[in-house]
């Protein structure tokens, strides 16, 4: 991230904005897309991302109003973009418009590799990358929205439970519970597959 | 099959790893022009709160003062002794005094 310490301040650019001067929020455009990005690739997938965030944004600029000068505008931002995000999964999983992916034969095959000793070494090596990006894929589709959003944050990114809960605007007690319940779901749908495969051959 | 308390350590290892990875994925460039663009149609943001807005916050600040004078009103009137008053109320309403010419006149 680009931080100037001679150009203007966040909070003298938001002034500017609030002024009349709607081009200087290319500023804050430049200087928060990569943060963003970063926050949104992570929870949608890749042909999801561009236009979320483009809301992101537009949130943010429509919400300037109700931005306090003496907080962080990085913080501010991430929380709109977390939200964003969830309430992406939250319609999502309303209209379902996406097809589910599924856990095939190969994936099945790779997580068994994966976890037997001589695998986990060459997980890179072997380039197995995307096979681990689908079944990781195909069990979020799984959870629900709230779940896997607390899933992503607490314990796939390792924020904690009050990071999350603040990014979230949900209570810690709720944040914990949920955080408890939706990896107990995760190792159930994997451990599922696994047996299958096991009951197959 | 259930894992092990190793496997479960092995699979959050690699799910974190993918999960990681999943910022390195290139996305267009195109979208920030994109948003200047729609960021320009909407034009200036309004700074200052609008009437409703500001009214929802006025009513909510007085809430606690209202709350408050409610309950001192409500005490005050339990307190007082609205008796008399009625009384005399009534007494005005039906027990007329009728008064005689003699009393009247003073005789």
Partial sequence: ?201 | MSFSKEEHEKLKGILRQAYQEKENLEMGDLWPDALMHRIGGFGAIQSAPRFLTMFEQIVWQLAPVISLLILALTGVLLVLDLAPEYDVFQLLMNGKEEFTLSQMLGV
């Fill in chain 1, 1 to 201: 991230m680009d931080n100037d310490p001679y150009g203007p301040n966040d909070a003298e650019i938001v002034r500017q904005i609030l002024a009349g001067n709607v081009n200087a929020f290319e500023q804050l455009l430049k200087k928060y897309q990569n943060h963003v990005l970063m926050i949104i690739k992570k929870h949608l997938s890749h042909n999801q991302a561009g236009d979320t965030a483009q809301d992101v944004f537009i949130r943010a600029y429509r919400s300037l109003p109700t931005f306090k000068a003496d907080s962080s505008f990085e913080q501010w931002l991430s929380t709109i973009a977390v939200r964003s995000c969830y309430d992406f999964w939250r319609k999502h999983y309303r209209s379902r418009e996406f097809p589910m992916s599924s856990f095939t034969e190969k994936h099945q095959v790779w997580l068994e590799e994966a976890l037997s000793d001589e695998s986990s070494q060459s997980y890179h090596e072997r380039g197995l990358q995307k096979e681990a990006r689908e079944i990781l894929d195909w069990a979020l589709d799984r959870l629900s929205a709230e779940d896997r959003m607390v899933l992503e944050l607490v314990y796939l990114e390792g924020h904690s439970v009050k990071e999350a809960a603040r990014l979230l605007g949900w209570s810690t007690a709720n944040v914990k519970v949920r955080s408890f319940r939706s990896r107990k779901k995760l190792y159930n749908l994997l451990s599922k597959q696994g047996k299958h495969r096991r009951r197959g051959t």
